[in-house]
Nanobody, 123 residues
Framework: QVQLVESGGGLVQAGGSLRLSCAAS????????MGWFRQAPGKQRELVAA???????YYSISVKGRFTISRDNAKNTVYLQMDSLKPEDTAVYYC?????????????????WGQGTQVTVSS
């Protein structure tokens, strides 16, 4: 059974940093796309970053230059380093898997999800 477990969320002041981790189990994900989504209160869930092979990444405009996605296939883990955090980054962050090696942005293509971790950025 596939499981994704996020960790690393918390409360941070604006301008600070957090590093989210997503530990995956149940199969090897080295050939799949791993994504980080977020959902703020009253807003739709959005894809903020995704990673395929090491050089294949996507960032939303709102986080590009501040967030970095990476993966450690040996540990079956994906990370999201978040720097220069802003209050508008406050949301529940979810890790998700899109099976197969083609990087896509459509949320419906990501079929395994974690429970989410809360990130709160105070002003």
């Amino acid at each position: 059974q596939v499981q994704l477990v996020e960790s690393g969320g918390g409360l941070v002041q604006a301008g600070g940093s957090l590093r989210l981790s997503c530990a995956a189990s149940g199969r090897t994900f080295s050939g799949d796309i791993m994504g980080w989504f977020r959902q703020a209160p009253g807003k739709q869930r959005e894809l903020v970053a995704a990673i395929g092979r090491v050089t294949s990444t996507y960032y939303s405009i709102s986080v590009k230059g501040r967030f970095t996605i990476s993966r450690d296939n040996a540990k079956n883990t994906v990370y999201l380093q978040m720097d220069s955090l802003k209050p508008e980054d406050t949301a529940v962050y979810y890790c998700a898997v899109k099976y197969g090696s083609t990087l896509v942005l459509e949320e419906s293509m990501y079929t395994s999800w974690g429970q989410g971790t809360q990130v709160t950025v105070s002003s």
